[in-house]
């Protein structure tokens, strides 16, 4: 099956700063990469997404970069605010396959 | 537009005591349906998938178990519950199936506590 790691578990940035957010998958098959965003006591919500047939997408202040060759995806957020402070968690989907791997999140501080 | 309930949205329960967590889909027919678990400050554990009516798929072995009645309809149970059941469980559902299920949503969770 598959394997996502995400690194770091734990971010700390200044406001206005940028964080990044990197996951690493096993199964070169996967091919469907969402982001969650959830915030204290509520549900994961999607941010973004990318799929394999394209290398990084873009919505305002968040952007997602994917490496097929070296199975890594990456969560950029640009001029952060207090409000982006949650966890964060990247998924995986394998090609024709219904389930979701997901890594074990990164909880974003972001200090004002 | 699509909508995902789940209920109840907080539970006390006493160990040994029996769980039934329903959730339900509304907007979309013949959705994916997945039961998911979050310890505190944990990530997420897929429990159980469901392509379709009578058609679940255990992630891991445990005391839980589900059931799909109905097409929009997921049911999550217990005959026993231990301490170890504590925590956020989450329901979420996606349409599409192999190369056409993309996005998954998530229900706003009940939150278990084992006592």
């Known amino acids: 099956g598959e394997n996502v790691e995400q690194h770091p578990s734990t971010l700390s940035v200044q406001e206005g700063d940028s964080a990044v957010i990197k996951c690493t998958y096993s199964?070169?098959?996967?091919?469907?990469f969402p982001w969650y965003k959830q915030e204290l006591g509520k549900r994961p919500q999607l941010i973004i997404d990318?799929?394999?047939?394209?290398g990084e997408k873009k919505d305002q202040r968040i952007a997602v970069t994917l490496n097929k060759t070296a199975k890594h995806f990456s969560l950029h957020i640009t001029e952060t605010q207090p409000e982006d402070s949650a966890v964060y968690f990247c998924?995986?989907?394998?090609?024709?396959?219904?389930?979701?791997?997901f890594g074990s999140g990164t909880k974003l501080n972001v200090k004002p | 537009s699509q909508t995902i309930h789940q209920w109840p949205a907080t539970l006390v329960q006493p160990v040994g005591s029996p769980l039934s967590l329903e959730c339900t889909v509304e907007?979309?027919?013949?959705?994916?349906l997945y039961w998911y678990r979050q310890a505190a400050g944990r990530g997420l554990q897929l429990l159980f998938y469901?392509?379709?009516?009578?058609?679940i798929s255990s992630e891991v072995p445990q005391n839980l178990s589900a059931s799909r009645p109905q097409d929009r309809q997921f049911i999550l149970s217990s005959k026993k519950l231990l301490l170890s059941d504590s925590g956020f469980y989450l329901c979420?559902?996606?349409?599409?199936?192999?190369?056409?299920?993309?996005?998954?949503?998530f229900g706003p969770g009940t939150r278990l506590t084992v006592l």
């Open positions: 979420a559902w996606s349409v599409g199936r192999g190369p056409m299920n993309n996005e998954q949503f």
């Open positions: 199964d070169s098959a996967s091919n469907y």
């Open positions: 990318i799929r394999s047939n394209v």
């Open positions: 998924a995986a989907r394998i090609y024709n396959f219904n389930k979701f791997y």
């Open positions: 907007g979309t027919s013949n959705p994916n």
């Open positions: 469901s392509v379709g009516i009578g058609q």
